[in-house]
């Protein structure tokens, strides 16, 4: 089968819903598929690639300047044109049988470029875009939104604080409209996968916007849930090794290291992490932590480094390979997420490595982790139970065994390449025998 894949960033950009749009493209290429890989670039020309496993091809594409809503047009409306165009022509030179889109930049141009041309398009949501501007259902003061409607826009783009006040007029009816035809073109897809049943419920119950929704209701029958693929690691690291790395990183061998990977945003959790690692470091000076990622706290982050003092890390953000080596020298793996996670990359990486996982009881988090058998649930925004948590596991070496063991079977069972690819072309083939 010829397929393409469209996305707007690839290994090595981006995080983790690169690594796993990468994870399938190979493991759908090791199936015998021809895969092709379309994404812009803002390079002087088109790039072709040759990869083992598939072909790139990178469009030429416009830097949007930095000018609010002119910088939206440009990113949205005007890419989503041109990828279409250009999709068009991609489309028939290497007669591609299915497009296979995997974000908000990609799924509508791929509707587009599909309709014009008869061949079926699945796209693949992996956070909160097609109900909420800000992609995260939530609030920039951390609150959960209960729908994205004219009203709770005005708050929360008041409360982002990013844009002035004598812009509001125009930025307002922008947004709406924006979210408005991105879910129009989503219902259009021929199929949608959801990385979670969390997220997946959401994407039924909260679509479309109040104004639109006889035109635009996404069927149920039309969304399936299908999770992201974690390979197996491709490298463990074997005791010395990891004692010779604690070692370049100054952790003393027998340092309880706590590790924390992700964007550095108030969603993610670190700030109530922060408060918990206040406690903890002052209770129990040999236990340490490590803070991997970047992002709008950067800057607090390191103030709170110095504060705090040797028993806080902050690494910045580091290479995918690095990371794993990380979650190898941890003790125990902290997701304090507040917003729904809809699948965290983070908490199925750390359990394939069999490290224990501490994780907040929000969104697609559940489905993953049972408590107390494959990993620690604790609810939100409480730095109490986080502290009380990480006490718990590092006071008892069996549980963490335990823990990360059955964390571990769970991966390997659930998110494999061959049972997620096995699922993904069953999708497939059930599209193309309705066209």
């Keep these: 089968m010829n397929i393409c894949i469209t996305t707007d960033l690839f290994p090595p950009e981006g995080g983790g819903s690169e690594r796993s749009t990468y994870f399938l493209a ?29 072909k790139i091809i990178r469009f030429r594409y416009l830097r949007a300047p ?69 992609r995260s259902f939530t609030k920039p003061n951390g609150n959960e939104c209960d729908q994205c409607n004219f009203k ?23 947004i709406y409209a924006n979210l408005a035809l991105k879910q129009l073109l989503l219902n259009k897809t021929d199929h949608v996968i959801a990385v979670s049943e969390a997220l997946r419920k959401l994407l039924l119950t909260r679509l479309p916007l109040n104004k639109l929704k006889n035109c635009i209701q996404l069927p149920s029958q039309r969304i399936s849930v299908v999770p992201n693929i974690m390979p197996s690691p491709s490298k463990i690291l074997t005791k010395p090794e990891l004692m010779l790395m604690r070692r370049n990183y100054k952790f003393n061998e027998n340092t309880k290291l706590i ?20 406690q903890l470091s002052q209770k ?81 988090t559940p489905e993953i982790i049972t408590h107390e058998k494959n990993g620690i649930l604790i609810e939100p925004g409480n730095p109490i139970e986080i502290e009380n948590a990480i006490n718990r596991l590092i006071n008892d070496s069996d549980l963490r065994f335990h823990i990360g063991l059955e964390g571990k079977k769970t991966i390997e069972k659930h998110y494999n390449e061959a049972s997620i690819c096995d699922k993904i072309l069953s999708l497939y083939h059930r599209v193309l025998s309705s066209y």
């Design 26 to 54: 190979k493991g759908l290429a090791k199936r015998g598929h021809n895969i092709l890989v379309v994404m812009p670039h803002f390079g002087q020309k088109t790039v072709y690639e040759e990869h083992k496993w598939f």
């Design 66 to 134: 930095d000018v609010p809503v002119f910088r939206n047009i440009v990113k949205n409306e005007l890419f989503c044109l041109f990828m279409a165009k250009k999709l068009k022509k991609i489309l028939k030179d290497y007669r591609i049988e299915l497009i296979h889109a995997q974000n908000i930049l990609t799924i509508p141009p791929s509707v587009i470029a599909g309709r014009n041309t008869k061949i079926p398009v699945i796209g693949t949501i992996r956070d909160y875009w097609p109900i909420c501007f800000r």
């Design 152 to 174: 709770n826009l005005v708050n929360c783009v008041s409360l982002e604080g990013v844009l002035p006040s004598f812009s509001m007029p125009v930025i307002l009816p922008y």
């Design 259 to 278: 590790l924390f990977v992700g964007q550095l945003t108030y969603e993610k959790g670190i700030l109530v992490l922060i408060r918990a690692i206040k």
């Design 284 to 364: 129990n000076p040999s236990v340490k932590f490590a803070i991997l990622g970047k992002g709008p706290l950067t800057d607090y982050i390191k103030k709170m480094q110095a504060s705090i003092g040797d028993q806080f890390r902050y690494f910045g953000f580091l290479p995918y390979n690095e990371v794993l080596k990380f979650y190898q020298m941890a003790d125990i793996v902290v997701s304090p997420s507040i917003w729904p996670e809809p699948l965290s990359r983070v908490i199925i990486e750390a359990m394939a490595l069999g490290r224990p996982v501490i994780a907040t009881n929000v969104g697609g």
